[in-house]
């Protein structure tokens, strides 16, 4: 490509600061460095985790700052040391790194990296290349970088550890969720929770990642799976990919978690946390029953004060629970997951509820902010 080496000029949205829009722009996106991809970004969707830098309450924002962690994209360029990929490449950037060296790598009890620094502000991480530089330049200042991807840009520049590569007939359009909704809701329920045939789940949250739990429920066999959300225009899709009982908190008499236990006999075996918030992720805990209820959360909420657990809830036998990228080892895993979706052993599409051109990204931020969308994927 005519593009090697040089600087590409392209469009990409900036935050140029927190609680504003963001901004079309044109940017400067420098030629890759050593271990380092240039991606032609092609589909990217948005996820709540892009919105939590823009909170007004997010300690630790950075800015400007071009967001953006969910795509899939074309190699345009390598840098130099990068073996593993090549110009023309399909592939999906990947927030989570797998160097395959560190402690953690090395461990099959992880999905981190030793690349990861930043474990009490995760979303704050990889906000600079490993030279400690930016390849974004927009009116002649540096744009930081999000979570080591910053896909709301036409070409991107990425960690050759940062990446997954997919077969050549890949559907970059559906793909691009494996890059966080998918994985992480399914990948919670397959790796971290572990569900096993006949028990019985309910999931919080029916977005992206909350209907790819309840796909994760399905395919591991759960005998009953209680879908709960306050959108009740959310339950015949959840429905459709699994559910078997659906609830509203709003349309009950009693907190959710009440009505839960009397359901299930003392508890549902596992309890899977998609929103975020000490409120929801009380009502998930108490939902389990003792003696081996495991309650595994994924959603986080900025400016949220936490959850307090006594000493006796866990002696009770349940366990409380976390998971990141649904602790997909994200190279090694995601091409597998795509090669799933291909085969039709995975329902990525029952999650793309809207598609826009890239320019409609607010529109895209407000459908997330109202509830009314899954997953928006945005075109190029």
Same mark, same amino acid.
């Given at each position: 490509?005519?593009?090697?080496?040089?600087?590409?000029?392209?469009?990409?949205?900036?935050?140029?600061?927190?609680?504003?829009?963001?901004?079309?722009?044109?940017?400067?996106?420098?030629?890759?460095?050593?271990?380092?991809?240039?991606?032609?970004?092609? %589909?990217?969707?948005?996820? @709540?985790?892009?919105?939590?830098?823009?909170?007004?309450?997010?300690?630790? !924002?950075? $800015?400007?700052?071009?967001? !953006?962690?969910?795509?899939?994209? &074309?190699?345009?360029?390598?840098?130099?040391?990068?073996?593993?990929?090549?110009?023309?490449? #399909?592939?999906?950037?990947?927030?989570?790194?797998?160097?395959?060296?560190?402690?953690?790598?090395?461990?099959?009890?992880? *999905?981190?990296?030793?690349?990861?620094?930043?474990? #009490?502000?995760?979303?704050?991480?990889?906000?600079?290349?490993?030279?400690? /530089?930016?390849?974004?330049?927009?009116?002649?200042?540096?744009?930081?970088?999000?979570?080591?991807?910053?896909?709301?840009?036409?070409?991107?520049?990425?960690?050759?550890? *940062?990446?997954?590569?997919?077969?050549?007939?890949?559907?970059?359009?559906?793909?691009?969720?494996?890059?966080?909704? $998918?994985?992480?809701?399914?990948?919670?329920?397959?790796?971290?929770?572990?569900?096993?045939?006949?028990?019985?789940?309910?999931?919080? !949250?029916?977005?992206?990642?909350?209907?790819?739990?309840?796909?994760?429920?399905?395919?591991?066999? %759960?005998? =009953?799976?209680?879908?709960?959300?306050? *959108?009740?225009?959310? $339950?015949? #899709?959840?429905?459709?990919?699994?559910?078997?009982?659906?609830?509203?908190?709003?349309?009950?008499?009693?907190?959710?978690?009440?009505?839960?236990?009397?359901?299930?006999?003392?508890?549902?075996?596992?309890?899977?946390?998609?929103?975020?918030? %000490?409120?929801?992720? =009380?009502?998930?805990?108490?939902?389990?029953?003792?003696?081996?209820?495991?309650?595994?959360?994924?959603?986080?909420?900025?400016?949220?004060?936490?959850?307090?657990?006594?000493?006796?809830?866990?002696?009770?036998? =349940? /366990?409380? /629970?976390?998971?990141?990228?649904?602790?997909? #080892?994200?190279?090694?895993?995601?091409?597998?997951?795509? %090669?799933?979706?291909?085969?039709?052993?995975?329902?990525?599409?029952?999650?793309?509820? @809207? /598609?826009?051109?890239?320019?409609?990204?607010?529109?895209?931020?407000?459908?997330?902010?109202?509830?009314?969308?899954? =997953?928006? &994927?945005?075109?190029?």
């Amino acid at each position: 490509m005519g593009t090697k080496g040089k600087i590409i000029i392209c469009k990409a949205a900036i935050a140029w600061e927190a609680n504003k829009p963001l901004s079309i722009e044109e940017v400067e996106v420098a030629p890759p460095k050593d271990h380092e991809v240039r991606i032609q970004i092609i %589909a990217t969707a948005l996820c @709540h985790s892009d919105a939590h830098i823009l909170h007004p309450q997010f300690e630790g !924002g950075f $800015f400007p700052v071009i967001l !953006g962690h969910e795509a899939a994209g &074309v190699v345009e360029s390598v840098g130099p040391g990068v073996t593993n990929f090549k110009p023309g490449d #399909k592939v999906i950037p990947l927030y989570a790194p797998q160097c395959g060296k560190c402690k953690f790598c090395l461990s099959p009890r992880t *999905n981190f990296c030793g690349k990861l620094k930043n474990f #009490k502000n995760p979303v704050g991480d990889q906000k600079l290349m490993e030279d400690g /530089t930016s390849r974004f330049t927009c009116k002649g200042k540096p744009i930081y970088h999000f979570m080591g991807t910053s896909t709301f840009s036409q070409y991107t520049v990425v960690s050759d550890v *940062n990446l997954a590569k997919l077969e050549d007939d890949a559907n970059l359009e559906r793909v691009c969720l494996l890059g966080c909704a $998918f994985s992480t809701g399914y990948g919670a329920v397959i790796n971290n929770a572990k569900v096993t045939p006949g028990s019985t789940c309910a999931i919080f !949250g029916l977005g992206g990642v909350g209907l790819s739990a309840v796909m994760g429920c399905k395919a591991s066999g %759960a005998s =009953r799976i209680i879908a709960i959300d306050i *959108n009740s225009e959310k $339950f015949t #899709k959840a429905k459709a990919l699994g559910a078997t009982d659906c609830l509203n908190p709003k349309d009950l008499d009693k907190p959710i978690q009440e009505v839960i236990v009397e359901m299930t006999n003392g508890g549902v075996d596992f309890a899977f946390e998609c929103v975020g918030g %000490a409120k929801i992720m =009380r009502a998930a805990l108490d939902s389990v029953t003792v003696g081996w209820g495991v309650c595994t959360i994924i959603g986080v909420n900025v400016g949220d004060n936490g959850l307090n657990v006594s000493a006796v809830e866990l002696l009770m036998g =349940r /366990t409380l /629970t976390g998971t990141s990228f649904g602790g997909w #080892k994200g190279t090694t895993s995601v091409p597998k997951l795509a %090669a799933d979706y291909k085969n039709e052993k995975l329902d990525l599409d029952a999650l793309v509820s @809207h /598609t826009l051109p890239f320019d409609k990204v607010n529109e895209a931020f407000d459908l997330m902010y109202q509830g009314k969308s899954i =997953r928006t &994927v945005l075109l190029f």
